[in-house]
């Protein structure tokens, strides 16, 4: 069976206790869209509340360390966002890669370390306007997955659902522009190639590649319906119960053909 749409609220360094409300509604709409998998990752801060108040949506971070523990002052490890009710960590976004200097040798260390602690992990990749405009979009991207996705002595049999990657295009991420389904489609399959090519055609064929940027209800249903997407990584609209919950009703509305 194919796995559902995924779409997933990333909420950046917003939200106080007073958008626990929001996340109520999420999830009980979330209850009504059963076709869809649904998952917000709050600030830390927030992981566990909302994780006690969630019957339905998972809840997870933003990021992790890649240690388990020790003298890294104000960071988190996989172990602790699993402690708290996360099931599920975002890394390498454009935004940590541009504001803490993160490397693929990092991510890679991190994704490791969040499956071993039980994680999902939601990888992104994805190039800047300036390595777009330079053809080297593809190229630049297979570099990024080949050096930060996580290996395997073993492969576990679940690998298709513990491991996403969210394409997101560093110039469309909150900028209200978005890549052309061509180009949507082009990365997508690339990336489906490559997966195929690292973890098998059972795991790498299955895995579900998010796209992200600018993704509002709006514009969901034509983004959801491109072949290889599958699902979609959402900064500024999964912060209302409404805008998120549009965008994934229109992946209900296209999983179901
Ligand atoms: C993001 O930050 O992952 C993102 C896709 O943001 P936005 O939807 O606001 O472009």
Redesign the pocket.
Same mark, same amino acid.
């Given at each position: 069976m194919p796995l559902r749409p995924y779409i997933v609220g990333?909420w =950046?360094m917003h939200g106080t206790r007073a958008m626990l409300s929001e996340a109520r509604a999420i999830d009980r709409a979330a209850q009504r869209h059963m076709k869809v998998e649904v998952a917000i990752a709050p600030p830390y801060t927030l992981i566990h509340p909302v994780h006690r108040e969630a019957e339905q949506i998972a809840v997870g971070a933003q990021d992790c360390h890649h240690e388990e523990g020790g003298a890294h002052t104000g960071d988190i490890s996989a172990n602790m966002v699993a402690d708290a009710g996360g099931k599920f960590v975002?890394l390498g976004? &454009? $935004?940590r890669r541009e504001n803490h200097g993160e490397t693929d040798a990092q991510i890679k260390a991190k994704a490791n370390a969040a499956l071993e602690a039980g994680l999902r992990v939601i990888l992104?990749c994805g190039e800047s306007e300036k390595t777009r405009d330079a053809g080297r979009a593809v190229a630049h991207v297979k570099k990024q997955l080949n050096a930060s996705l996580p290996t395997f002595d073993e492969q576990p049999e679940d690998l298709r659902e513990r491991v996403t990657v969210?394409y $997101?295009p560093i110039w #469309?991420? +909150?900028?209200g522009k978005t890549a052309t389904v061509d180009d949507i489609a082009e990365m997508h399959g690339e990336i489906r190639a490559l997966l195929i090519k690292l973890y098998g055609e059972e795991h790498g064929g299955e895995m579900r590649i998010l796209y +992200? +940027? &600018?993704? =509002?209800p709006e514009n969901a249903s034509e983004i959801l319906s491109t072949p290889d997407v599958g699902g979609?990584?959402?900064? +500024? #609209? &999964?912060l209302t119960a409404d805008s998120f919950m549009g965008i994934a009703l229109a992946a209900g509305e296209t999983a179901e053909g």
């Open positions: 990333n =950046k975002i976004h &454009s $935004e992104c969210a $997101e #469309a991420i +909150g900028t +992200g +940027g &600018s993704v =509002k979609a990584l959402v900064g +500024g #609209a &999964s």
